[in-house]
């Protein structure tokens, strides 16, 4: 890393990425309902992954829902049966385009049709020529059934091709040979092209968490953990700290929910059990679900050994303010709770929701130079604070479907003009919280 980004009065700034999808299997015989944990992977999160990978400055941290990152290893486990012992994959749509013989009964073409209409039209389907005249027939055929039995197989093989070429990561179709034949390729994919994607998507799938894993024993990214299986702690141990934040909310007639407090508790080590399962350490850090804290998550995390939680601004203000703190213009900083050794930080909401919301229809250097410019303001308010931190914290995942070519020039910028910066230090909450031990009280 540069020696600019060492400067001590370098506004620290932190790139937080919570990767999460609930659980979408059956848990009665595996199979998944919904594809989404298989196609962010092969479309994000392995795009996320190639970014901070090609840029040595980039610092960010990486939050993975635990039972996320069981459906990621299940999906890897299915694809190796698959190709070394032959047997079924348990997504329907992944299986459709893996299978030698694709069934075709009404209502398997009806299921494979929608399926392959679930994305964004503009950056996703109507970029691509042939598929969006695929897309195109497949509406119709929604809206009339019965010409689907006018659709011949090779429509299907090739509607099933794009819709996954659609969803490869853009790092990948800019550089893997395999995926820039198909895409020139374009139509009458055949069942060798079928299996050479498939191939593909299991090899992006297999390696996405050793890959996060590497960059983590490389002190190039923090990763952090959420409760298992995303619940909202607060609710779960007290259904009165929802009046925490909306005074005015009808609350459930019963008072608890029934052994709230033993089921958070259990939500968080199972949850630090599965992330070292696959990380081979502990977390030190944690982004609550939705970023949900009240008192008693703040000690539960405590007790449970973790270092730091982070949550949302409007929780920050709130409390500051029910603790009858003297507003300040520079509210980035660690934050501790009572007499609580665990840090507390807080999202910058603004900058947050303009990557999140805004800059996707913008060109992605006039967005970035915005967002610096952003930045740039508020190392002024702070610049006696050299103490501040700012917190950027979305999702990992979703905004990236809204911007033209998954992100990829916006994102890549951004890692670039933040690491090129001198007056911007981009770091992790651990790095932060090595060299930075001053922290603001908040009583409630």
């Known amino acids: 890393m540069s020696d600019k980004a060492n400067k001590p009065h370098s506004l620290n700034v932190i790139l937080y990425w919570h ?29 996320m992954a190639a970014h901070l990978e090609n840029n040595e400055d980039a610092r960010a941290v990486v939050n993975f829902a635990p039972v996320l990152l069981e459906q990621i290893d299940d999906y890897a486990q299915q ?14 749509l992944l299986s459709a385009l893996a299978e030698p013989v694709l069934l075709l009964e009404e209502e398997n073409r009806l299921h494979i ?66 995926i820039k034949a198909l895409m020139k390729k374009k139509r009458h994919f055949t069942l060798h092209d079928r299996h050479l994607l498939v191939e593909v998507i299991a090899e992006l799938i ?32 007290d259904f009165n700290s929802a009046k925490q934040a909306m005074p005015e909310v009808d609350l459930p007639l019963s008072s608890e929910y029934p052994g709230g407090m033993e089921r958070s508790r259990w939500h968080m080590k199972k949850g630090i059990e599965v992330f070292k399962h696959y990380f081979g ?6 982004w609550p679900s939705e970023g949900s804290i009240s008192s008693e998550v703040v000690e539960l995390s405590s007790d449970m050994g973790i270092k730091w939680l982070a949550s949302g601004e409007s929780v920050l203000r709130n409390s500051l303010k029910k603790s009858a703190n003297e507003p ?26 303009l990557i999140g919301f805004k800059y996707s229809d913008w060109h992605a250097d006039d967005a970035v130079a915005n967002f610096i410019h952003h930045l740039e303001k508020i190392a002024e308010i702070c610049t006696e604070k050299p103490d501040a931190v700012v917190s950027i914290i979305l999702d990992g995942e979703n905004p990236w479907e809204y911007y033209p070519q998954n992100g990829f020039h916006f994102i890549s910028s951004l ?30």
Not at 206 to 225: D, N, V
């Open 206 to 237: 297999t390696g996405i968490i050793p890959r996060y894993k590497k960059l983590a024993e490389e002190g190039r990214i923090e990763l952090s953990m959420t409760p298992y299986a995303h619940p909202i702690v607060p609710l779960l141990i």
């Open 79 to 92: 694809l190796n049966d698959y190709f070394n012992h032959g047997r079924a994959l348990r997504d329907p």
């Open 328 to 353: 300040e213009d520079c509210i980035h900083g660690a934050y501790q709770f009572r007499d609580r050794s665990i840090a507390c930080f807080f999202r910058d909401d603004g900058l947050s929701d």
């Open 281 to 286: 350490f502990e977390p030190q850090g944690c």
């Open 113 to 178: 049709i929608k399926a392959c209409l679930r994305a964004n039209d503009d950056r996703l389907i109507n970029r691509f020529g042939v598929f969006k005249i695929l897309a195109g027939m497949a509406t119709t055929a929604v809206k009339n059934t019965e010409i689907l039995t006018y659709y011949s197989e090779q429509y299907f093989s090739d509607l099933l091709v794009w819709y996954h070429l659609a969803w490869i990561a853009e790092t990948v179709r800019k550089s893997d040979e395999r």
């Open 415 to 444: 890692y670039e003009k933040l690491g090129q910066h001198d007056g911007i230090k981009m770091t992790t909450y651990g790095e932060y919280l090595k060299s930075h031990h001053k922290r603001k009280s908040l009583q409630d």
């Open 19 to 47: 990767m999460h999808q609930p659980e979408y299997r059956d848990l009665r015989n595996g199979e998944f309902h919904l594809p989404w944990t298989y196609l962010h992977t092969i479309k994000d999160y392995v795009d």
